[in-house]
């Protein structure tokens, strides 16, 4: 038997906008994403000689191909070649659940970095990649991870410069968003305001974090039913009162982010929040995933 542990780390969108529905149901997307060291915890063992094993320590989550982990698994075997008999895969989950982080694909990504790495394949990135977006929109992303920016379903993606050195503060509060129901809702909203992408990209490009932050948008705040909007934007201002330089969602929501420059700001940020919101985190930022097993 051969034993791997390996870290899947969440995204955030630092702008999310949607360009319009496509002929196939999905929308296109224009994305800049960046990877933060929030982290879930994957074991993976092979050669147990038991049928593919899939276990977390959320006893919610779905223990078969409907866990986006066992099913990254299951591609990249069928891709392979490879027997998926005797794999065993267990979560220790720390990325909240249905929070706009890309926690599964996030996942199913490291999966798939880390077979590569435990079973000798030599795939390149863009191998994984590609495998990758057989299981989700978000996943492809997640196995390049840093700053990029992400159009299409979110599956083509262009390098970026790094994201400067910050700290970042997340704050997820207690209720969950239907993805489906926030991009009907969008569908059938007038869109009031889109983010800089523009801007953004040459702030990255100047190594400019306070101009990053300025620009951060999420066309989604506009789509989600107004008492839950109330409440992301008072947690935003929480943030800012405490010196972030931005702060957003992330994704389809309901985490929030803000990007800090002083450890003492962040901080301050996380103890305010932490008390009302128990999923409270600070992280900081990454660069690209693929040297990270």
Not at 7 to 36: C, E, F, I, W
Request: hydrophobic share 45%; aromatic share 4%; net charge negative.
């Amino acid at each position: 038997m051969a034993v791997l542990e390996v870290k899947a780390y969440a995204k955030l969108n630092l702008s999310l906008d949607v360009l319009g529905k496509r002929p196939d149901g999905y929308h296109d997307m224009r994305m800049v994403m960046q990877t933060v060291n929030l982290t879930d915890a994957i074991r993976l063992e092979i050669g147990t000689g038991q049928p593919l094993h899939m276990g977390s320590n959320l006893g919610f989550l779905p223990a078969n191909e409907s866990n986006l982990a066992a099913a990254a698994a299951l591609r990249l075997c069928e891709a392979t070649g490879v027997d998926a008999g005797g794999l065993s895969i267990d979560l220790e989950k720390t990325i909240p659940v249905c929070a706009g982080l890309a926690g599964g694909s996030a996942d199913a990504a490291a999966v798939l970095r880390g077979l590569n790495k435990l079973l000798d394949l030599g795939l390149p990135g863009e191998r994984l990649e590609e495998i990758g977006a057989l299981v989700g929109s978000d996943v492809p992303y997640c196995v390049r991870g840093g700053t990029a920016l992400a159009e299409g379903r979110g599956e083509i993606l262009t390098d970026l410069p790094p994201l400067p050195d910050c700290l970042v503060v997340l704050c997820k509060p207690a209720f969950s968003v239907s993805t489906p129901e926030l991009f009907r809702s969008l569908d059938g909203c007038r869109i009031r305001r889109r983010p800089d992408t523009a801007g953004l990209l040459a702030a990255l490009e100047s190594g400019d974090l306070p101009g990053v932050a300025r620009r951060m948008y999420n066309v989604f705040e506009d789509a989600l039913p107004a008492r839950r909007a109330q409440e992301i934007d008072a947690i935003k201002n929480v943030m800012i009162q405490h010196g972030a330089l931005g702060a957003s969602m992330s994704g389809t929501g309901p985490t929030v982010f803000g990007l800090f420059i002083q450890r003492e700001a962040a901080q301050g940020a996380w103890t305010a929040l932490k008390e009302q919101y128990p999923e409270t985190f600070l992280a900081e930022s990454m660069g690209n995933l693929l040297e990270q097993v």
